[in-house]
């Protein structure tokens, strides 16, 4: 393939509209029945979504809210989670995770991740637990389930709660036990860019028991309950019925989806080997007992050439980013923390070398050459420079 003809193409990083596009007159058609009924608010929609996803979970209850955030701030307020608690978090996670302890007043307590997964270690969890610690939040992230045998093993040793983060996980399971159904509350996000993305903001809490999961609904909806009586302080979290009726629509297709996504994973595997580039990068690791549904596809590019890289797939009209190039623990927001360079070794590594590439279900097996043909000529031409 020619420099040329790549310049010509591009391959979008991520493409929502194709998608979309497919679903379109199914789409439009459920929200025509969301306008015309008028139902904006605590439509039937948003019941039938509940019940879909609660399925899809394996939990009995699943409670609507207004983004994957909001069902993290949720989670803690129903577990009561309060100013000076401590809530161990992993530090390679996109912000909402600890921004939701930190909006009550607890403590985000940074661990490191499993340098292969990129999930929360057990063993940094147990260094750090103390006598403050209120709750753990295992992230799953880029669609891999954390360990979640170990992390609950330790946390009933030590009698804590589970919140799931399952943003980038919905579909995903670990040793045959779905994302969500492992904690005493799991979070899901439906922003955009999800596996099960809609047209705007939306998440979702599910649990396993009755009366954890009326105080999530409580809580949600102001403390309401009868109108304008108020039993708790809440917040205003509701999904939209235009929303849920959208996700209605394409949560049917999630396996399909997610099937897309494996292939695509897959192939990369294959293409990454057959032109040796796996002794330039490390592709990302697939644990055995892992159900994964790649929301994203990160490599790892090491020798401080990671950023090169990127700006070079850039030039090609090739689409990455970077998640995260800045770990919680160093935000600024956090500097009164007290963590700093260095003491989070293997997260501040993948912050380092990570590099996402495009692995949405829409992805053509030619933009995928595409890729890789971009990656191959980057270490060919780096090549040459150094012998030079």
Known sequence: ?????????????????????????????????????????????????????????????????????????????????????????????????ASAVSRLGAI????????????????????????????????????????????????????????????????????????GAWGDIGCLSFYPTK???????????????ADMAAKLRLLASHGMQPRYHHKLVGINSRLDTIQAAVLNVKIAHLQEYSDARQKNANRYAELFQAEGLTRWIELPHHAPEALHVWNQYGIRVPDGLRDAMRKH?????????????????LQECFRDLGYFDGCLPHTEAASREILHLPIYPELSEHEQDMVVAGIKRFYASATLRRAA
């Open 1 to 97: 393939m020619s420099k040329d003809n790549i310049n010509k193409t591009a391959v979008p990083l991520l493409d929502v509209n194709r998608g979309n596009r497919l679903l379109r007159d199914e789409i439009l058609q459920s929200i025509a029945e969301v306008v015309d009924s008028g139902r904006f608010l605590h439509g039937p929609q948003v019941g039938e979504l509940e019940c879909t996803v609660a399925g899809i979970c394996e939990t009995p209850h699943a409670i609507a809210c207004a983004s994957g955030s909001d069902a993290l701030l949720l989670a803690l307020m129903a577990l009561d989670i309060q100013q000076g608690d401590e809530v161990i978090v992993p530090s390679f996670t996109f912000f909402a995770t």
């Open 313 to 329: 797939l850039s030039e090609m009209n090739i689409g990455n980013e970077v998640y995260y190039p800045v770990p919680l623990h």
């Open 195 to 209: 596996n099960l993305g809609g047209m705007g903001d939306g998440g979702m809490m599910v649990c396993h028991d």
């Open 108 to 179: 985000p307590v940074f661990v490191d991740i499993d340098p292969l997964t990129y999930n929360m270690s057990p063993e940094a969890v147990e260094a750090n637990v103390t006598s403050r610690t209120k709750a753990l939040i295992p992230v799953h992230l880029f669609g891999q389930c954390a360990a979640m045998d170990q992390l609950n093993a330790i946390a009933q040793k030590h009698n804590l709660p589970v919140i799931e983060d399952a943003a980038q996980a919905i579909g995903a399971a670990y040793l045959g036990k779905p994302a």
